[in-house]
T-cell receptor
């Protein structure tokens, strides 16, 4: 298995531009999580999906952030318009759910976003 | 919501000695506690986890203990090696028959193994 796949790995953009981050979860996993990591705030949950449905988006900082999961193998996190304070590493993670006893979350390699 | 406190923020130990990292959580409903290791520029990697129905779990040189009453859990690394140098994160979550919630992380511990 290729693990969780994220793209792009690095993104540099100017303030005000739209940014789209992409994630492909591990095949068969029905939970998908988006996290953000900064020095100041550490690792924080933004939103997560179960079977493509958003369950908890209370961590999304503001309306500029939106996330979708149109099918079981693809999710996007969009920032529009982007601001310098959005600069961070964004991680996607996935896990099994349902009747499975394993709830381990496996992280993707992350997207390092720099907004100038 | 859940709040996870982690101590110390930096820990330096001599190679071969043991290292202990401690975390406390606030939500008594939390019942799943994973530990992640993150090397510089890399993704967090799960190294061990424990459910609240277990008091201790061990995997080779790594062990985790949980005290539900006091709401704290600890990571123990014995016979430390240079490759153990990294940032370690504890986390807490609620799991049910339907799956797990998102993780609430501690702020991390930078473990330095001195040769």
């Amino acid at each position: 298995d290729a693990g969780v796949i994220q793209s792009p790995r690095h993104e540099v953009t100017e303030m005000g531009q739209e940014v789209t981050l992409r994630c492909k979860p591990i095949s068969g996993h029905d939970y998908l999580f988006w996290y953000r990591q900064t020095m100041m705030r550490g690792l924080e949950l933004l939103i997560y999906f179960n079977n493509n449905v958003p369950i908890d988006d209370s961590g999304m900082p503001e309306d500029r952030f939106s996330a979708k999961m149109p099918n079981a193998s693809f999710s996007t996190l969009k920032i529009q318009p982007s601001e310098p304070r959005d600069s961070a590493v964004y991680f996607c993670a996935s896990s099994l759910g349902g009747l499975a006893v394993e709830f381990k979350q496996y992280f993707g390699p992350g997207t390092r976003l720099t907004v100038t | 919501g859940e709040n996870v406190e982690q101590h110390p923020s930096t820990l330096s130990v001599q190679e071969g000695d043991s290292a202990v990292i401690k975390c406390t959580y606030s939500d008594s409903a939390s019942n799943y506690f994973p530990w992640y290791k993150q090397e510089l520029g890399k993704r967090p990697q799960l190294i061990i986890d424990i459910r609240s129905n277990v008091g201790e779990k061990k995997d080779q040189r790594i062990a985790v203990t949980l005290n539900k009453t006091a709401k704290h859990f600890s990571l123990h690394i014995t016979e430390t090696q240079p490759e153990d140098s990294a940032v370690y994160f504890c986390a807490a979550s609620i799991v049910s028959g339907g799956g797990a919630d998102g993780l609430t992380f501690g702020k991390g511990t930078h473990l330095i193994i001195q040769p």
